[in-house]
C-alpha cells in the first residue's frame, strides 16, 4: 500500500517523516521505502493479509492517530437534493459470490481531465490517471479501502443489471481491451446481453467511460473473497480491486464510498444524482463482541499493562467497550477490524500498539537435557565418512524430468508422483533415486573445470505404494526413504571400496554367505553383493547389497556399479563412473549397539596363501564361505590374494585364486604343523563342495 | 693458562668435525674420500694425529677432560667416513645414490571432501537450539492438507491453499490431496499429536514453494522451525530465546527486535529482527502457537500455551558465507562448494 503523505495529512496530523515510517514499522506496517513525488512524498507500506483495513489511507491514519494519539478526522459522505427517476434495477443471483450490490446514477456529467490535486494524489500513489470519473472511483478506493466501479449507463443493454455465474467458456472484453474465457467459477455482472464486468476483479471495455459518457452508474458492492481470487489468477488479472475484496473491505465503507465517490464526481464532473439509489442483497456486516481478562495480557506477553492503558488502545482502535469489571472487559469490534474475534487477537493489538520493545529479554527457560536422535548420529557419521573420502556434499532438487522415468527405481516398481506445477520448468517427476541428479552435477562440475567431481547426497526419495494395503497408517500414501548417494570416477571396485568403507563405519561387515557367520568381529549384522539386474547400471559390472541380521528377513540396502550407457546419455555423461546407492533409514539402530570387544591374542600368527584352481563360475564368496565353514577357530582372517588365469597351464574356463588366510590362536603358539592341518582341511572342504584343486 | 689450553684443544677437535662434515658432503668419489682420510685419520700426517699431540701439552688437571673430548670426536670423525663410505658403495651394488629431494615440490596429495553450507548452517542452529533444550525432529516432505493446512488454522479459503502456490501431487487409490510440504511446523503437528506437552523441538528440513528462481527465491528451500510448549510460557520467553539463539550463533551480546506480523498459526505473530553491523536484519518469524493450532492437535489451550518460531536456512547461510544468489547452493558447482571449510561449530 503506498501512502501519499500529502494525502495522509487530510486526516491526521502527521510527525516526521522518520519517526512516522519508524513507530509504523514497529506496530505492524512495514516500511519498504520512501519516495519524493512532486511535492508530495510516497511511503510504501507492507500491509499483512489479515490488515485490509490499512488498504486506505483512512486505515493508515487511524494507525498514526492512535500511536501518535492524534485525532483522526473522516471526511463526512451525504448526499443531499436528488432528482427522483428508476433508472436500472440489479439482480443477484449467486448470493454467494455477492452478498450485498448497491449502485448510484449520475446523469449528465461531463467527463474530462482531473483536477490537478485529483491527478497528482493518484500520481503520487502510482495510479495514472484516467479521466475524471475513473480517477475518482479509484480515489474513494485508495481513501477507504472499497474498490467501485463506474459503468456507462448508455451502453449498459436492457433494464436489468444480473451479478450471477460466468458462463463456461464466456467470452469477455476487459477495459485493457484483451479477451477472457470465462468459467462457472467466476463472478460477472451482466447486462441483458454480455457480462460487462468480472465481478471485483476488471471492468469491460464496451461499457467503460469514455469522453462522450454522460451518465454514469457506480457500482459499491460486496464480493466473495473466494471467487475474485480465482478469477484474478485463473485469468492473470489481479488489480488494485481484487488485491481488496481477496482480503475483505470494511462493510461499513461500501455505502460510504458510494455516496463519497458520487459527491466528489458531483463536484468535480457535475451531473445530478437519480434517487432512490439501488440496493440489492443484505450486507454482511456482523461485528464481533469478545471478553478480554485483563490478566491475560502479561500471562501471554509475560509484562504487565495496566488495564487502563489496555482499555486506551482498544478504544483508539475503535474498539467499543460494552461491559465490564474489574476482571474483564467486553468489546465491539469495529466493522473494519474483521480480523479480531478472540481475547488472543485482543492481546495481540495491545502489545503491537504499547510496542514489543516492553517485552522483555532476559527471562530464563530451564535446563533440559536433549539427546541427539540416532538419525542425526547416522547422519551426521555417513557424512563425516564420504567428507574424509574426499566427496563434496551436493544438494540436488527433490523433482527430476520425466526422461528418468524409463529408468528403474533401486527402491520400488511404482511410477514416479508427479507434483503440479512442475518444481521448475521441465522437472515434476519426484525423484525415486538420487543417482539422476548426482551424476548431472558431476558432469556440470566436471565440465565448468572442478578439479574433481566426487559427490555425495543424502536425501529422501519418493515412492508411491503400489497397493493401498501398504500405505503408512498416518502419512500419506508415499514412503520417503533416506538415502546416501555416491558418483564417482572409476570402475565397479572403486564403488565397492566406498561402500564397504562405510558399512565398516557402521559395524556392518562384508559377509561371505547370507548365513549368520561365528561371532568373531563383535557384531550381528553384515552385507552380502549380488549382480544386480538395473537400466541405470550396467549389467554385469553392477550388485545390490543386501543386509542380513539375525531374526530379520534381509533386504535390499544398497546399490552399486558403474552406470549403462544409456543412462550415462540420459546426464549427458561421457567418462565412466560409479554410483552407489544406500539406504540409510533402517539403519538407526546400529547407532545405539555396543559392539562386543575382545582382547587381540598377544600370540603370533601364521599367514599362509592357498592357490586354488577352479571353475571361472566359482566366486569368490563361495570360496570365502567354503574356507570360513571350516568353523577352525584359529581362522583369524582370509583376504583376497589375487586372481590369475591361464588357458594353457590352467585349462580352458579355470582360474587360479590366491586365497591369504591369517591363523592365529589365543591359547598358544601354532606350530607348523597345526597351521598344515588347518590348511588341509580347508582345501579339502573347497574341493569337496567347489571342485578346486590346490595349484601345485 | 691451562684452563685456555683446553679450551684451545676443544675448539681445535670441534673445527676438525665440522671440516669433516664439509669435505665430506662434497665427497662424491671413492678416491676423494680416500684422500680425505688420510688427510684427517692419517696414522701420520693426519689432522686428528695432529691434534692427538697437543694432548699430551695440557695441564695435568686437564688431560682426563681432553682425552674424553679427543675420543668422542674421533669417534664422531669415524662414524661420518664410514657412512660416507657406505653411501659410496651403494651404487657400485646397483643402488641408486640416495636422491635428494627438491622439498619445495608438491606432497602425495590427500583430498577430503565439504560439507554443504545449507547442512553446516542447519547444523549450526540445530547444535545451539539443542543446548538450549530443543530435540531435532524430522518428518514426512509429503503431507496432507491437515498437517500443512487446517492443523495449522489455515483455512480452506485461504490464499495460501491456492493450487498454484502449492505442489500438489496426484496420488492414485488416495482420497485426500496430498502436497509437498510447504513449512516444516507440519512436523510440530505430527509430534504434537503423539506426544503430551512439556515439549520443546526444533523441525528441520527441505520445503517447496513455487517461486520463481532468483537471487533470494528457490521452490526448494530449507526451515527450521522451533516449538515451545510448557506451561507458563510468555512471549518473554520466546524472545529471551532468540536473544541466547542470535547471540551463539553471531558471537557477543546480540538485540532482537519483535515486529507485528501475521501467521495464521501464531498470534500474536512478530517478525524478528536481530542487530548484525549495526543494522537490524531479519531472522524470521515468531509468535505465540495460536490456541486453534493447540485445539487441532488435542491440547487444551487454557491449559497449555507456548511459542514457536521459524528461520529460512538459506537466508541465513546467504549471509553467513557472504553468498550473493542462493541459486548458487543448489548449482552444485564442485569448485563452489568445496571452498566451505567446517569449522567446528556444529
Known sequence: ?696 | MTNFNLDAFVADLESLRSEVEQTLSKVSDVESLETARVAFLGAKNGRLKAIQKGLSKLGREDKPAGGKQFNAIKKTVESLFSQTSVRMESPSKGAKAIEQIDVTLPGSSIRFGSVHPITQTIRRVSSIMSNLGFEVVDGPEVEDQWHNFEALAIPDEHPARDPLDNFYINVANFDRPVLLRSQTSTVQIRVMEHRKPPLRIVSLGRVYRPDTADATHYPMFHQVEGLLIEPGTTMAHLKSVLRSFASSFLGGDVRVRFRPSFFPFTEPSVEVDMEWNGRWIEMGGAGMVDPAVLASVGYDPNEVCGFAFGLGVERIAARRFGVADIRDFYRNDIRFLEQFHDRGQA
Open chain 1, 1 to 696: 500500500m503506498i501512502v501519499s503523505l500529502d494525502w495522509l495529512a487530510d486526516y491526521v496530523d502527521l510527525p516526521a517523516v522518520d519517526s512516522l515510517t519508524e513507530r509504523l514499522l514497529l506496530s505492524g506496517l512495514n516500511h519498504e521505502s520512501t519516495k519524493s513525488v512532486h511535492d508530495d512524498t510516497a511511503v510504501d507500506l507492507e500491509v499483512t493479509s489479515n490488515r485490509s483495513d490499512c488498504l486506505g489511507h483512512i486505515g493508515v491514519a487511524r494507525e498514526v492517530s492512535v500511536l501518535f494519539q492524534q485525532p483522526l478526522k473522516i471526511p463526512t459522505a451525504s448526499l443531499s437534493h436528488t432528482e427522483e427517476a428508476h433508472s436500472v434495477s440489479v439482480n443477484i443471483d449467486s448470493t454467494e459470490f455477492c452478498p450485498f450490490y448497491s449502485a448510484r446514477v449520475i446523469r449528465g456529467v461531463k467527463v474530462g481531465e482531473s483536477p490537478e490535486w485529483l491527478a497528482r494524489r493518484l500520481e503520487a500513489v502510482g495510479i495514472a490517471s484516467v479521466n475524471n470519473i475513473v480517477d475518482v472511483t479509484n480515489y474513494v478506493m485508495l481513501e477507504c479501502g472499497q474498490p467501485l466501479h463506474a459503468f456507462d449507463l448508455n451502453r449498459l443493454r436492457g433494464e436489468e443489471i444480473t451479478v450471477r455465474r460466468a458462463q463456461e467458456g464466456e467470452l469477455f472484453v476487459a477495459i485493457n481491451h484483451r479477451e477472457y474465457e470465462l468459467n462457472s467459477e467466476m463472478c460477472v455482472i451482466a447486462d441483458a446481453r454480455q457480462a460487462v464486468a468480472i465481478a471485483g476483479v476488471m471492468g469491460g471495455a464496451e461499457t467503460e467511460i469514455r469522453s462522450e459518457t454522460v451518465d454514469v452508474f457506480i457500482e459499491s458492492a460486496q464480493f466473495a473473497p473466494l471467487p475474485v481470487r480465482y478469477a484474478a489468477r485463473t485469468l492473470v488479472l489481479g488489480s488494485q480491486s481484487s488485491y481488496r475484496f481477496e482480503r475483505g473491505p470494511d462493510p461499513a465503507a461500501v455505502e460510504w464510498a458510494s455516496c463519497r465517490a458520487v459527491s466528489l464526481i458531483l463536484e468535480i464532473a457535475g451531473g445530478s444524482l437519480v434517487s432512490p439509489p439501488v440496493r440489492v442483497g443484505k450486507l454482511n456486516s456482523s461485528q464481533a463482541t469478545v471478553d478480554l481478562r485483563m490478566h491475560r495480557v502479561e500471562e501471554v506477553l509475560g509484562v504487565s499493562i495496566p488495564s487502563q492503558r489496555q482499555r486506551e488502545i482498544l478504544q483508539s482502535l475503535g474498539f467499543v467497550e460494552q461491559d465490564s469489571s474489574a476482571e474483564v472487559s467486553r468489546w465491539l469490534v469495529p466493522s473494519w477490524r474483521r480480523d479480531c474475534t478472540r481475547e488472543v487477537d485482543l492481546i495481540e493489538e495491545v502489545a503491537r500498539i504499547e510496542g514489543y520493545d516492553v517485552v522483555p529479554e532476559d527471562v530464563p527457560i530451564t535446563a533440559l537435557p536433549v539427546q541427539r536422535s540416532s538419525r542425526e548420529r547416522l547422519v551426521r557419521i555417513v557424512s563425516e565418512t564420504c567428507v574424509a573420502a574426499g566427496f563434496c556434499e551436493a544438494m540436488t532438487r527433490s523433482v527430476v524430468g520425466d526422461n528418468f522415468e524409463k529408468f528403474n527405481s533401486p527402491w520400488g516398481t511404482a511410477p514416479a508422483l508427479i507434483c503440479r506445477p512442475p518444481l521448475v520448468q521441465g522437472a515434476d517427476r519426484l525423484r525415486r533415486t538420487l543417482l539422476p541428479s548426482l551424476l548431472e552435477a558431476r558432469e556440470s562440475s566436471l565440465s565448468s573445470g572442478a578439479s574433481h567431481g566426487d559427490l555425495f547426497e543424502i536425501a529422501h526419495c519418493y515412492l508411491g505404494c503400489d497397493r493401498k494395503s501398504e500405505m503408512p497408517k498416518d502419512n500419506a500414501p508415499i514412503e520417503e526413504p533416506l538415502l546416501l548417494g555416491l558418483v564417482t570416477g572409476g570402475d565397479f571396485f572403486r564403488g565397492k571400496g566406498l561402500a564397504a568403507a562405510i558399512f565398516e563405519r557402521l559395524g556392518i561387515h562384508e559377509w561371505a554367505s547370507e548365513e549368520v557367520p561365528k561371532e568373531h568381529s563383535g557384531n550381528n549384522f553384515g552385507v552380502t553383493y549380488h549382480p544386480l539386474n538395473s537400466t541405470i547400471m550396467q549389467q554385469g559390472r553392477s550388485a545390490e547389497i543386501l543386509f542380513h541380521a539375525p531374526g530379520v528377513v534381509s533386504r535390499r540396502v544398497g546399490v552399486i556399479g558403474e552406470f549403462s550407457k544409456e543412462f550415462m546419455g540420459m546426464c549427458k555423461s561421457e567418462k565412466q563412473s560409479v554410483g552407489v546407492e544406500i539406504r540409510l533409514d533402517g539403519l538407526e539402530f546400529l547407532m545405539n549397539c555396543e559392539s562386543n570387544l575382545s582382547s587381540p591374542s598377544s600370540y603370533p600368527s601364521i599367514d599362509r596363501d592357498i592357490n586354488l584352481v577352479v571353475d571361472e563360475s566359482v566366486s569368490w564368496g563361495s570360496l570365502r564361505t567354503a574356507i570360513e565353514s571350516t568353523q577352525c577357530d584359529e581362522l583369524e582372517d582370509v583376504q583376497f590374494g589375487g586372481i590369475w588365469r591361464d588357458e594353457d597351464r590352467l585349462g580352458r574356463g579355470k582360474k587360479s585364486v590366491i586365497v591369504s588366510v591369517r591363523l592365529r590362536s589365543c591359547r598358544e603358539t601354532l606350530s607348523a604343523e597345526q597351521a598344515n592341518s588347518f590348511v588341509e582341511a580347508m582345501i579339502s572342504i573347497c574341493q569337496t563342495r567347489l571342485g578346486a584343486v590346490l595349484r601345485g
